[in-house]
């Protein structure tokens, strides 16, 4: 998934969904295989959203969300279960918003689960990357409603859970929220009329997007690398990235500029 091959990712997740039903058919009282289901569902919600089966994946988090409310009620602090209500609820929010619906409610509510676990356990990185990317799409809901203040208020959230995180060891999963949360707040002193903190913002964006490997960068960073090279007027440099994203099959939720 990471490196972008979606169609053997989307294979895999089919099957490996196929084999636990299967065991839950021949041994329906044993919580483990609920759980796997859950994990795989929301892996391949996130593979069909990437690749434009918008209702398969509203289907594929849909399940997800029931699943790891299920299991969440069995064991309210077990915080990988929490964690993943909290992800199938976001992704229900921006499935939402990309087809014009009211995705406010949704994101909330993720927002409302994540931070619950976040308090009982503070240290967990992979709740404080939910948190962050649920913090950067309230972002963007509040953008589409022209709030700027509020939108700042989400991206420093989402900065501030992401960087005690991204000190101790820069991962791909936390650059690409840190630079999303650069570009939204770029996007918001724009909307306010401050262009020299809108460009230093997708500049910083910029900055962590190149890191490393500017020449041939990884999957996970060419939809950010096209969202701010455009906010910064290179659009030509842009266009490159979105081809390459076409070439992986991946459909974007939010339509490029």
């Known amino acids: 998934l990471a490196q972008g091959r979606l169609k053997e990712a989307e294979s895999y997740y089919r099957l490996q969904e196929?084999?636990?039903?299967?065991?839950?058919?021949?041994?329906?009282?044993?919580?483990?295989?609920?759980?796997?289901?859950?994990?795989?569902?929301?892996?391949?919600?996130?593979?069909?959203?990437?690749?434009?089966?918008?209702?398969?994946?509203?289907?594929?988090?849909?399940?997800?969300?029931?699943?790891?409310?299920?299991?969440?009620?069995?064991?309210?602090?077990?915080?990988?279960?929490?964690?993943?209500?909290?992800?199938?609820?976001?992704?229900?929010?921006?499935?939402?918003?990309?087809?014009?619906?009211?995705?406010?409610a949704y994101a909330d509510k993720a927002q409302f689960i994540i931070g619950n676990a976040r308090t009982q356990e503070p240290s967990d990185e992979s709740v404080a990357l939910t948190l962050a990317n649920t913090r950067n799409f309230q972002a963007q809901l509040a953008l589409l409603k022209g709030d700027a203040r509020v939108a700042l208020g989400h991206t420093q959230a989402a900065l501030d859970a992401m960087a005690p995180f991204w000190k101790a060891e820069r991962k791909e999963e936390l650059r690409i929220v840190l630079a999303e949360a650069y570009w939204l707040k770029g996007q918001a002193f724009q909307v306010v009329g401050d262009d020299a903190k809108a460009e230093g913002h997708w500049q910083e964006a910029l900055a962590l997007l190149n890191e490393g490997n500017s020449e041939n960068p990884p999957f996970l960073r060419l939809e950010m690398l096209e969202r701010t090279l455009t906010s910064l007027g290179r659009q030509d440099e842009a266009k490159v990235h979105i081809k390459r994203l076409e070439q992986y099959g991946f459909v974007p939720l939010q339509s490029y500029p």
């Not at 609920?34 to 089966?53: H, I, N, P, S, Y």
């Open 18 to 104: 196929e084999a636990m039903r299967r065991n839950q058919k021949e041994d329906p009282g044993n919580v483990k295989w609920k759980e796997v289901l859950a994990d795989t569902k929301r892996f391949q919600a996130r593979v069909q959203a990437m690749l434009g089966k918008w209702q398969q994946a509203w289907a594929s988090a849909l399940e997800t969300s029931q699943i790891t409310a299920e299991l969440t009620a069995l064991d309210p602090k077990n915080i990988y279960w929490s964690n993943w209500h909290g992800q199938s609820i976001l992704l229900l929010a921006q499935l939402a918003n990309r087809n014009g619906q009211d995705a406010q």
